[in-house]
């Protein structure tokens, strides 16, 4: 099982000085309140028989997260069920993604779990039978519902999106923005679960709030749309895709082997939709507005100067409250 370090330090004391990192020391010296805290809130039940564990270890990796690895004893079963009562003690909303594979490394198990469903119950295909393709659509399904939910309660994106768009001046402005947004976060979204490129939360997400206190700076000392406003969406985006990045990796995506694809396409598509969902309501407002002289000249300046206003409060929060 894969954590993000604040997320464990949720479960056992990790954080000794209080300082708001983990250090490997302080790991070593709390590794094993961790282990018997997810010793107790991970459950297996084979064939009605809860299992104990044989082993149990954890270590704090280079990327800052926790991997935690259980081992069991080998036995036949036919039916696996998978509890984490882990998640009851982490944030509203989280969710742990859970993959079960054969002895060739092949998938074909895949859930999201949550605090109301924080068990599945997994049915051993036979020799000659494989659910894999019915999984696959269940699977594709939770990470495109998880990606439009992240955008949609994502208010840091939604009002970077709308610096943006509120001095758009019609429909082909509109999507040259979008599209250049989508691009770059669906680039460093895709690096960042394949692990190939790893940039701390603790510096993608005070960028993200200053993404959006220079949008709003820009909109109220340039005015109305620059020519080279594309190339805002595509820079700050490509930040935007590793603070994207980091809802998988809470949810697990990108620390094991096999099934990284499907969920890293479905999430994106997922993010795409809301957006389309989010624009498609707000973009005729912000146009039907732009036709009165006075929204121009008092209106969006005030609104851009809100924008500024919450961008730098997070970006108070997020570098000097966290």
Not at 16 to 22: A, L, R, S
Not at 212 to 238: H, Q
Not at 267 to 272: H, M
């Amino acid at each position: 099982m894969t954590l993000a370090v604040k997320d464990a330090a949720q479960i056992a004391e990790l954080d000794e000085n209080h300082d708001g990192t983990v250090s490997q020391a302080e790991f070593g010296r709390r590794r094993s309140q961790l282990d018997a805290a997810v010793a107790r809130q991970i459950v297996i039940v084979a064939d009605g028989k809860v299992l104990k564990d044989n082993s149990i270890h954890s270590r704090l990796d280079e990327t800052n997260n926790v991997e935690a690895r259980l081992n069991f004893h080998a036995i036949g079963f036919s039916s696996l069920e998978i509890q984490s009562k882990i998640i009851a003690s982490l944030p509203l909303g989280h969710r742990q993604y859970l993959q079960v594979q054969n002895l060739r490394g092949q998938t074909f198990f895949e859930r999201l779990l949550s605090a109301a469903t924080d068990r599945a119950t997994v049915e051993m295909p036979p020799p000659d039978a494989s659910n894999r393709p019915f999984e696959a659509v269940r699977s594709f399904t939770n990470f495109l519902c998880l990606g439009v939910k992240h955008i949609l309660t994502g208010y840091d994106h939604l009002l970077f999106l709308f610096g943006l768009l509120l001095v758009a001046r019609g429909f082909f402005s509109s999507l040259g923005i979008i599209t250049s947004f989508t691009i770059a976060h669906s680039i460093t979204l895709a690096v960042a679960t394949l692990n190939l490129v790893e940039i701390p939360s603790r510096i993608v997400e005070p960028l993200i709030a200053a993404s959006i206190v220079f949008v709003g700076a820009e909109n109220l000392l340039r005015g109305d749309i620059p020519k080279a406003r594309r190339l805002v969406p595509f820079g700050f985006g490509l930040i935007h895709g590793f603070g994207f990045a980091s809802a998988l990796r809470e949810a697990g995506i990108g620390s094991g082997a096999g099934g990284v694809m499907l969920p890293l396409f479905s999430f994106n598509l997922g993010v795409e939709l809301g957006q389309i969902m989010v624009a498609a309501v707000a973009l005729p407002v912000i146009w039907k507005l732009r036709e009165n002289p006075i929204f121009i000249a008092r209106w969006a300046p005030a609104c851009s100067a809100a924008v500024v206003i919450l961008g730098s409060f997070w970006f108070v929060q997020r570098v000097w409250m966290t």
